[in-house]
């Protein structure tokens, strides 16, 4: 099986990256949207069901309860479905790659793990004019005091399974820059890098 991972915090245009490897031939999983779909449920009684801190704690439920693989499996066995089902994939990216054992998986097997990086003044601008169904806006502190659930592994939960960006970003094998808001030009770079272009 083919496989790629894509990584990155929040608003750095991992999914774009995804798009665009789904658009070229392959089947696309996103861990982020597993994640939400959950936090929506836990956290529906709160004004903002998906913050970073609200879907931090329903990822560290979810790898508690199912295992710290759940996420990798379960989209392991979407593209082996799809694959039975006639699809003609070249392999599966995974997209919002959060913990190590997502990160050493692809590695293992031979895959490219892509990190999407963009300045935190950037991101938070980005956030403030898109914001999704079930977030708030936040201020440049309170995005990174959310953000740093993520960076690390914090105390007094099982480290196998938080999430642990940092890990996964000195593990990345490209790293992709998106601080401009020239979408074409970033996809244009994005497919160069990646080797889509013709």
Known sequence: MKIIGVSGRDRSGKDTIAELLMQHGWFGYSGGDAVRRHAMERHANEPDPLSVKNMTETSNWLRTKYGPDVILR????????AQKAGG???GLVTFSV??????????????????AEASDEVRLQRRLDNIRDGEARVT???????????ADPQPGIPREVQMDLNYVKSKATKVIENNGNDLREFKDKAEKMLGLTE
Do not use: S
Not at 140 to 150: N, S, V
């Open 88 to 90: 003609k994939y070249k």
């Open 98 to 115: 959060r913990a190590p054992i997502e990160a050493d998986f692809v590695l293992e097997h031979g895959g490219e793990l892509i990190w």
């Open 74 to 81: 379960e989209a392991i066995t979407e593209y082996e479905k």
């Open 140 to 150: 440049m502190e309170e995005m990174l005091a959310q953000e740093a659930l993520q």
